[in-house]
């Protein structure tokens, strides 16, 4: 069975600093994605990026990017220029392919500081 | 900026007692999912719906469970008998195909007194 763990509890960041949130996962699968779920106090969740697992280029979405490690079966994400809406929880999530679950991590809890 | 949309955003009900949750998935997406997340834990999926039918569930959703598309635009989510742990928040998603981002509503707030 696949599972992913974020062993960052509580993060903590000031404005316009970087911050890295770490996640690993297990899985004897070779081909799946990787997400990066955001959800702010309002509840929603929303998709903050996402990693095809073949492919080997780190996927970039604005100030957000992701150190995927195949082999250590990491991934972690990196915020840039941190801003005070990016307090929010963070979930990792896998999937692997031809299946529609999603496997969330336990979530770390990122505050912006001004 | 289509959305899913869920109601209600918070629901209290009596132990035994049957709940329907309702979600509107955004319009041109085929797959469908619940998901729950009891307070202070992690987001567990419960189940997939395609084409009219449960893809995939998990061992959370028993019996007790059900899922139905009524009208082609509605999604909605039956506990039969509700028990006291099954307070949590539920989610509902979609997406236009599996694999690809699964948008979420902003969840129900189920409370069993």
């Known amino acids: 069975a696949q599972t992913v763990t974020q062993s960052q509890p509580e993060m903590s960041v000031q404005e316009a600093e970087t911050v890295t949130l770490s996640c690993t996962y297990d899985?004897?699968?070779?081909?799946?994605?990787l997400f990066w779920y955001k959800q702010p106090p309002s509840r929603q969740m929303i998709l903050v990026i996402r990693?095809?697992?073949?492919?080997?280029q780190n996927a970039t979405e604005n100030r957000f990017s992701v150190n995927f490690q195949k082999a250590a079966k990491s991934f972690s994400l990196k915020i840039s220029d941190s801003q005070l809406g990016d307090t929010a929880m963070y979930f990792c999530?896998?999937?692997?392919?031809?299946?529609?679950?999603?496997?969330f991590g336990t979530g770390t809890r990122l505050q912006v500081f001004p | 900026e289509p959305e899913v949309t869920q109601t209600p955003s918070h629901q209290v009900t009596q132990m035994g007692q049957e709940v329907i949750l309702r979600c509107v998935p955004i319009?041109?997406?085929?797959?469908f999912y619940w998901y729950r997340q009891i307070l202070g834990q992690k987001v567990e999926f419960l189940v997939s719906?395609?084409?009219?039918?449960?893809?995939?569930k998990s061992e959370i959703f028993d019996d007790q469970f059900s899922v139905e598309r009524p009208d082609g635009s509605n999604f909605t989510l039956k506990i039969r008998s509700t028990k006291l742990e099954d307070s949590a928040m539920y989610f509902c998603?979609?997406?236009?195909?599996?694999?690809?981002?699964?948008?979420f509503g902003q969840g129900t707030r189920l409370t069993v007194v």
């Open positions: 998603a979609s997406s236009e195909a599996g694999g690809t981002e699964a948008f």
């Open positions: 899985t004897s699968e070779n081909n799946y994605y």
């Open positions: 990693q095809e697992a073949y492919k080997q």
């Open positions: 999530a896998f999937m692997k392919l031809n299946t529609d679950k999603l496997i």
């Open positions: 319009s041109n997406h085929l797959y």
């Open positions: 719906f395609y084409n009219n039918e449960i893809s995939e």
